[in-house]
């Protein structure tokens, strides 16, 4: 099987306008709060259920795909998104859309940071937003595993990966190992090595040089150098993108303090959009507005180029029988992981009877009637806000 790196999308399903495109990934990058669980779930909603730009078994490839590249996997799932609707120029729009509006807000909280030495107070709002996430992600868990889960051998693999995942084994070697087993559960070894790296082969060649980048000393430069390494290395959620910060920020180089770093993290976390913003706060208080523009052009700059190197064979993937089960394995476990990660920040969001009673109302609300997740979001932030009074 002869593979092409230049693939254009498929005709058999709804093409879009790169100012559709456009609006749907300003409006999500502007409202999806809680992590990346939260944003593919609204991104779910959104382009399956909605408007049906993807098959269910379309989005759950393309997650997949976005799990077994570094990066973060929400803003690649976009970029995804962007290219199967409208080629090259859609790849660019959807991500630079779903990252904008969370760099404006962030750079707008560094400012009040550096202005006046200290975070606004958001407790409140997220106090009404946490739970109605948790509803979000359990609707999205709930559609993704029914087209996911297609045999009993593929469910057993998807609680597997949930019961190590809680026992924090490593997440990339469990995509990995789920997809593996998956093929050799239903093929036999020798041919299934055999067409697996022919369908591995392509996409993940790209070793950055960057990642062994050496910085003796603060400058524009070297700052977009290092966030290009680790948009090109880290895998995981924002809290190893603190121990990986922390390493060279702190510890090496001493650009930032301790309490610096969390309050950059802790922007990252509580605003909408990729937790990866957590780069433009720290860029705007090393080198102000021009180091936010660095260090978020240079963090997220590898999630565009994995994504355009790996996009086009992902349809192909799924065409070969071994390949596909490869696939299908890292597709249970990706969900195994998102549940997980909801299984834990659902003890942080349901905090008392009212937080419960906000998730379970808001999880009637999408699975009867389907309303519109950014609804759901904005009534929650207005109970929040309601609870100071």
Not at 19 to 48: R, T
Not at 225 to 248: N, Q
Not at 327 to 355: H, I
Request: aromatic share 10%; hydrophobic share 60%; net charge positive.
């Amino acid at each position: 099987m002869k593979l092409s790196v230049v693939e254009q999308p498929p005709t058999d399903r709804p093409s879009s306008s790169l100012a559709e495109i456009a609006l749907l990934f300003l409006k999500l990058g502007s409202i999806a709060f809680g992590g990346p669980a939260a944003h593919i779930a609204m991104i779910e909603e959104e382009v399956v259920r909605r408007r049906k730009w993807l098959k269910r078994e379309e989005f759950l490839d393309l997650l997949g795909a976005t799990n077994l590249i570094p990066g973060p996997n929400s803003t690649e799932l976009a970029i995804h998104i962007g290219h199967r609707q409208a080629g090259w120029p859609g790849l660019v729009v959807a991500g630079a859309c779903f990252i904008l509006p969370a760099t404006l807000i962030v750079t707008g909280f560094a400012w009040i940071y550096v202005r006046f030495g200290r975070l606004p107070e958001t407790g409140a709002l997220l106090y009404g937003v946490k739970p109605v996430i948790i509803a979000i992600v359990l609707q999205a868990l709930w559609a993704l595993g029914r087209a996911a889960i297609k045999s009993k051998l593929l469910g057993a693999i998807g609680l597997v990966v949930f019961v190590l995942s809680v026992m924090r084994m490593n997440e990339l070697a469990l995509l990995a190992v789920a997809g593996l087993v998956a093929i050799l559960l239903t093929r036999s070894l020798a041919s299934a090595r055999k067409q697996l790296q022919i369908a591995l082969a392509q996409p993940a060649v790209v070793g950055f040089a960057l990642s062994t980048a050496q910085v003796a000393a603060f400058g524009l430069w070297p700052l977009f150098l290092f966030f290009i390494k680790v948009g090109s290395i880290l895998f995981g959620s924002g809290y190893v993108l603190l121990a990986f910060l922390r390493r060279d920020l702190v510890e090496r180089w001493g650009w930032l303090t301790d309490a610096q770093l969390l309050d950059a993290v802790a922007v990252g976390q509580f605003t909408p959009g990729p937790v990866f913003t957590t780069a433009t706060f720290i860029g705007y208080l090393l080198a102000g507005t021009k180091g936010a523009l660095i260090a978020t052009v240079g963090i997220f700059l590898p999630a565009f180029i994995f994504v355009a190197l790996s996009g086009p064979i992902v349809p192909r993937l799924r065409r070969s029988k071994v390949a596909g089960a490869f696939l299908d394995g890292v597709n249970v476990a990706s969900l195994a992981l998102m549940a997980q990660v909801t299984f834990v920040l659902g003890r942080s969001a349901l905090v008392d009877p009212f937080t419960v009673a906000i998730a379970m109302i808001s999880a009637f609300l999408l699975l009867r009637y389907r309303l519109n997740a950014a609804w759901l979001v904005a009534g929650g932030a207005l109970i929040g806000l309601l609870s100071l009074i």
